[in-house]
């Protein structure tokens, strides 16, 4: 179970960010808070094993919070949570110890795969990454409709179509090995095949 805290001063955005999460048996919330001060106080008497946190709050923005969190509760990862694809925001963020960073318009699988890296000690913290979060796909919204298949799902599939391996796959998206191997399971279920010839064979079905 990976216990998480929340702070976001939009309090809708951080409801709907933790009923999403909630969904996922792993993922347990332990609080939400409106700006870094609550949050911290909170910690110091709970723990938890990921911090998600908005930049921009009042009393103590996300810095504060990375500072604060890197400085006396080591054994917590931070994800930012941000609006923006900023490389030098990204950056400061890298800097002062964030151990992820995602964009709130980013598909949802994207914020839980990178919180179970992130907890599991498998992200790749990367830019270009970030950027790739943000990118339209003209298929995306007819086949997450039909089968459930988020932006990410769809980009590994056309990848695994090309006869990309697991480890070729990861390194263009940035990932790990292990949390594409999480993700072609996923996909495997969803298109119900069982075999890379199958889903290859489902994929060229689908016109995917």
């Given at each position: 179970?990976i216990?998480?805290a ?9 409801k709907g960010i ?7 048996d792993?993922?347990?919330?332990e609080?939400i808070?409106?700006?870094g001060l ?7 008497t ?6 998600l ?7 103590l923005?996300?810095a504060g919070?990375i ?6 509760i ?5 994800v930012v ?5 900023d490389?030098?925001?990204?950056l400061?963020c890298q800097?002062?110890?964030a151990d992820a ?5 980013a598909d ?5 795969y990178?919180?179970k890296?992130?907890?599991e ?5 990367s830019?270009?990454?970030v950027l790739q979060?943000n990118?339209?796909?003209a298929?995306?919204?007819h086949?997450?409709q039909k089968f459930?298949?988020?932006?990410r799902?769809?980009q590994l599939v056309r990848?695994i179509k090309?006869?990309?391996t697991n ?6 998206l ?7 191997d999480a993700?072609r399971?996923k ?10 010839a199958?889903l290859v064979?489902?994929a060229?079905?689908l016109?995917i």
């Amino acid at each position: 179970m990976i216990r998480i805290a929340l702070a976001d001063d939009h309090k809708m955005f951080a409801k709907g960010i933790a009923s999403l999460l909630e969904e996922d048996d792993d993922f347990r919330i332990e609080g939400i808070f409106s700006n870094g001060l609550e949050l911290l106080e909170f910690l110091k008497t709970h723990e938890v094993d990921v911090v998600l946190t908005d930049m921009n709050m009042p009393f103590l923005d996300g810095a504060g919070v990375i500072e604060s969190v890197k400085r006396f509760i080591p054994n917590s990862k931070v994800v930012v949570l941000s609006m923006y694809d900023d490389e030098a925001i990204f950056l400061k963020c890298q800097k002062l110890g964030a151990d992820a960073y995602v964009l709130k318009n980013a598909d949802s699988d994207e914020l839980i795969y990178t919180i179970k890296e992130v907890n599991e000690g498998n992200h790749i913290m990367s830019f270009q990454k970030v950027l790739q979060q943000n990118m339209d796909d003209a298929y995306s919204d007819h086949y997450k409709q039909k089968f459930k298949l988020s932006k990410r799902e769809l980009q590994l599939v056309r990848m695994i179509k090309q006869g990309m391996t697991n480890k070729e796959v990861a390194g263009e998206l940035h990932l790990s090995v292990h949390t594409v191997d999480a993700h072609r399971k996923k996909i495997h279920a969803k298109l119900g095949v069982s075999s890379v010839a199958e889903l290859v064979k489902k994929a060229i079905e689908l016109g995917i």
